[in-house]
């Protein structure tokens, strides 16, 4: 069977190509080729960019794939191109959305696939308008699309704090350093491997029952944030230290750095994963996530993608002023 995979050099699909080529799939990258780390040897990579309408035409018109998995479709003008490009020519079509379409604000906890959409930003609202375009397709002329709504995947380039940023919180923690945590870190939210995303999307080619369906690819078990930032101290075998800061605190001190946190990481998120697991019985992510966190450590060491956090004293300084607080109440008495 072959398998067209547009992407495929980003966090997620880098595990998918694994899983696909671990089932022995004839896999083919559509990609722009910019990445620095290639794919792997032996597939067949077509280069281009699928911004690029009249050559993404060209350059796939005429090939024939069992199964297509689009990584990279952000908003209805993609999945246009999809549908005009691949309608009648593939057995499954896999769009891959987010559960940001969900919100924030989020309606409640354990959101299922039928719960109400918001779109909050530019993102949301362009994968929502993507999705449904997919979805119309199917009830007009049963294209053959299934929709993932993966959560916060980790792996290859992507392993953050809830305060968000680059790697460098990783050597904030090799050099003892303590971390900050927004509010009193009790936020809720489900953290999956990305190789089990990657299982998970190739469980699912060739899955009739799932053509016409939308599906949230998540983590079973939801954790805390601080329950977070201990396992990733864990799995460096260093002593995690904590600083609690209230998160509009943190936002009106600098907007720019941490205003990320209202649009997605300072809300407790929580999504039904159960359709999917009926669905892919396979799918069983482990609840330790330590063994999974050092396997995307180690990627981030090979390539050099853990800055060195010596280098932005924002966060020394918000600490210290937390902590010289007690010491400015003591004076004051």
């Not at 009830?139 to 053959?144: E, L, V």
């Not at 709504?149 to 953050?160: I, M, Q, R, Y």
């Not at 509010?183 to 009739?208: E, V, W």
Request: with cysteine.
């Amino acid at each position: 069977m072959k398998v067209l995979v547009l992407g495929g050099t980003g966090n997620i699909s880098r595990a998918v190509v694994a899983a696909l080529m671990g089932k022995n799939y004839e896999v083919v990258l559509f990609t722009r080729g910019l990445n620095a780390d290639p794919p792997p040897a032996g597939l067949h990579v077509i280069t281009g960019d699928r911004r690029n309408r009249d050559n993404f035409k060209r350059l796939l018109a005429g090939q024939r794939f069992d199964y297509v998995i689009d990584m990279i479709c952000f908003d209805s003008e993609d999945a246009k191109s999809d549908c005009f490009v691949f309608r009648d020519t593939v057995e499954h079509f896999i769009h891959c959305s987010t559960v940001m379409t969900y919100g924030p604000p989020f309606s409640g906890v354990y959101l299922d696939e039928s719960s109400p959409l918001n779109g909050h930003s530019d993102y949301s609202r362009n994968k929502m308008a993507a999705d449904e375009y997919f979805l119309q397709k199917h009830r007009d002329s049963q294209f053959p699309v299934t929709i993932l709504k993966p959560s916060l995947t980790f792996g290859a380039n992507v392993l953050l704090p809830q305060i968000g940023g680059d790697g460098s919180w990783i050597d904030r923690l090799r050099k003892y350093k303590p971390l900050l945590s927004a509010g009193d870190g009790q936020n809720y939210f489900q953290f999956l491997p990305s190789k089990d995303a990657g299982l998970a999307f190739s469980a699912i080619l060739g899955r009739k029952a799932s053509i016409g369906q939308v599906y949230n690819l998540v983590h079973p078990n939801p954790r805390t944030w601080d329950h977070w930032h201990q396992e990733v101290a864990e799995s460096l075998e260093v002593d995690l230290q904590l600083v609690h800061v209230p998160q509009d605190l943190l936002i009106e001190l600098s907007p720019s750095r941490f205003g990320g946190l209202a649009d997605n990481f300072g809300h407790t998120q929580i999504y039904e994963g159960s359709k999917l697991g009926a669905l892919i019985p396979e799918f069983q992510p482990r609840f330790s996530l330590i063994s999974d966190i050092r396997d995307s450590i180690d990627w981030m060491d090979r390539h050099c993608l853990i800055p060195d956090s010596d280098g932005n004293t924002l966060e020394d300084r918000i600490i210290d002023m937390v902590q010289r607080v007690p010491d400015w109440f003591r004076n004051r008495g």
